[in-house]
């Protein structure tokens, strides 16, 4: 009940990629580019939190060309890549829409997402989360990463919020890819 409470608050949803909405897994091809796997529910998911009316964005550490144009068709509000230092970013996110911590949410799942994860309002990890952030997070979710973690931690917040189907079925149905 009292993460119902935590959700309940969330204007924004901050993400890792690596491990979180990927399985960690990097595939290098024969040329030196990466290569990594999405999760269509994650994205879904993101869409979804927008159609909401909440905002979205991603902290991550390395950087990719794949996910700026991930990023931009999932129109997400936030993108900040190579950062290893995660908490400076979140407090100019956080002080850029003007939200207290207590409006921010944040999923991870290794020691880089730590001092996020011990500010935010409501902090969530993917099931295969490093044992130190499953010690810090309101919400451990189902699934590992990759696997539609970020998809069920933002229905929870939705449907926390009361924000779920009926009032978005038609923004979905309006959806045009």
Request: some cysteine; hydrophobic content about 40%; charged content about 25%.
């Amino acid at each position: 009940m009292e993460n119902v409470k935590r959700a309940k608050r969330i204007k924004m949803i901050l993400m890792d990629v690596d491990g979180t909405l990927t399985d960690g897994s990097i595939l290098l091809l024969p040329d030196g580019q990466e290569a990594k796997s999405y999760n269509v529910r994650d994205g879904m998911g993101m869409l979804l939190a927008r159609l909401a009316g909440l905002s979205t964005g991603i902290i991550t550490g390395k950087s990719s060309a794949a996910l700026e144009k991930r990023a931009r068709l999932l129109r997400v509000n936030e993108l900040h890549q190579g950062i290893l230092n995660k908490g400076p970013v979140y407090e100019a996110i956080r002080k850029k829409y003007g939200l207290r911590n207590e409006e921010m949410a944040f999923i991870g799942d290794d020691l880089g997402d730590l001092s996020v994860l011990k500010v935010v309002g409501l902090a969530g990890c993917v099931s295969d989360a490093h044992a130190e952030i499953l010690k810090q997070c309101h919400f451990i979710s189902r699934y590992p990463g990759g696997g539609g973690a970020v998809r069920e931690f933002i229905e929870f917040i939705l449907a926390s919020q009361g924000l779920l189907w009926e009032k978005l079925e038609e923004k979905i149905a309006n959806l045009k890819g």
